[in-house]
């Protein structure tokens, strides 16, 4: 009776394995310690497993990124600038003091006052004046006349170029020097006719509009 209470104590206490000691006939009370079975380690969550992996593989990604950023910068090499160019055909006009230019306008001028049916006392007065206030051009900034401020004269340069596609570069301006007030400024624009002549627009000659175009002519080179 006693010894049934001694082993029913030591059971309730965790002290002996009965199916250890039952199996094997080992009294509860030889069993050691080392024969204690050992318990299984708790696993770890899958979520924890799952989220290590996506962080990893995160990692790895912005890694690749970066080392190929890095390599794009090391071979990127600026852009070439194209610049496109136009080629432009341009000529020798002659000075605005060349002494052919200046000859071959006043015998043109000469020519046209003779030609003029028109002899009335004003007409008169105006050709002597021209004629006598011819000695002298100087040249003019071409880009000064394209308003309509500096109209005749811009009216004629834009008449030239776009109906005989004459570009500025080979456009040459020049401007009575006379000082007398009772003359109108006579201009020249000088320009190729073609590969032997020039071309002379005489501006402010006729007092019409309407011959702006007319009141020109070509010599030789």
């Not at 900034?141 to 005989?164: F, Q, W």
């Amino acid at each position: 009776m006693v010894t049934k209470a001694i082993l029913s104590v030591c059971l309730s206490l965790g002290l002996i394995m009965p199916a250890l000691a039952e199996e094997d006939n080992i009294p509860a009370e030889n069993v050691s310690e080392e024969q204690v079975v050992e318990t299984a380690p708790q696993a770890e969550p899958q979520e924890q497993v799952a989220e290590a992996v996506a962080k990893n593989a995160e990692q790895t990604k912005e890694n690749i990124l970066e080392n190929t950023n890095l390599s794009l910068d090391k071979e990127k090499k600026p852009e070439a600038v194209i610049e496109h160019q136009v080629e432009k055909d341009i000529k020798v006009i002659p000075a605005c003091d060349d002494e052919k230019l200046q000859k071959n306008t006043i015998e043109y001028i000469q020519k046209y006052f003779d030609a003029t049916p028109n002899q009335s006392t004003i007409f008169r007065r105006h050709k002597y004046f021209v004629l006598h206030n011819l000695d002298k051009f100087a040249e003019e900034n071409l880009a000064d006349y394209k308003t309509a401020a500096t109209s005749p004269v811009s009216d004629i340069i834009a008449y030239i170029k776009m109906n005989r596609g004459v570009i500025e570069e080979n456009m040459r301006l020049c401007k009575n020097t006379s000082t007398n007030n009772h003359v109108k400024n006579i201009y020249l624009l000088v320009y190729p006719e073609d590969d032997s002549n020039y071309r002379v627009n005489v501006i402010n000659l006729s007092p019409s509009l309407t011959e702006l175009d007319k009141t020109n002519f070509v010599y030789a080179k």
